[in-house]
């Protein structure tokens, strides 16, 4: 179902030939991954807080999982990315990804505070602090990581 979803978003943006339709289309794969991004990252977290695993121990795993997902599918779907240098791309991707987690720790750990501690508040802590990071990770992604990659190809 999902990969239908994303099959017909790109058959959508396939048609949009101008600049701002470019950054378009981008923003609508982005979100798409990001979505699936978060649905692999809630899962990961929730599955270790119900387990009794600290909130901050499983949002960190839980980044570094959606962070690779999230990367793999943006360098080949939403930026047309084929260059081989994966390494340089990957380290840009993931220190800018870093900073935004950093933002995504900072509202978990503010919600926790204020709210409390109970499972729910820290889920939803969690969806706070993904939303709050995913402005800065578009943004980022399209002008240092990913930059002017697939521009031709439209």
């Keep these: 179902m ?11 943006t396939r048609r949009q030939k101008t600049r701002g339709a470019t ?3 981008r923003l609508l794969k ?5 979505a699936l991004g978060t649905v692999t990252n809630l899962t990961i977290y929730s599955s270790l807080i119900f387990m009794n695993v ?3 121990i499983a949002s960190i ?9 999230n990367f793999t599918l943006n360098k080949r779907w939403t930026f047309s990315d084929h260059d081989r240098d ?3 791309r990957f380290l840009k991707y993931l220190i800018l990804n870093f900073l935004s987690f950093l933002l995504n720790l900072a509202i978990l750990n503010l919600v926790i505070h204020y709210f409390g501690t109970d499972k729910l508040t820290q889920i939803v802590a969690q ?16 002008i240092v990581v990913f930059g002017t990659v697939g521009e031709n190809n439209r």
């Design 86 to 88: 994966i390494k340089n």
């Design 54 to 56: 600290n909130y901050n």
């Design 127 to 142: 969806v706070l602090g993904i939303a709050g990071a995913m402005v800065t990770n578009f943004a980022g992604s399209h």
């Design 61 to 69: 795993s839980a980044f570094m999982v959606a962070v690779t997902q």
């Design 23 to 25: 950054i378009t289309r």
């Design 2 to 12: 999902l990969l239908y979803l994303f099959y017909l978003i790109d058959l959508f």
């Design 30 to 34: 982005f979100g798409s991954v990001g």
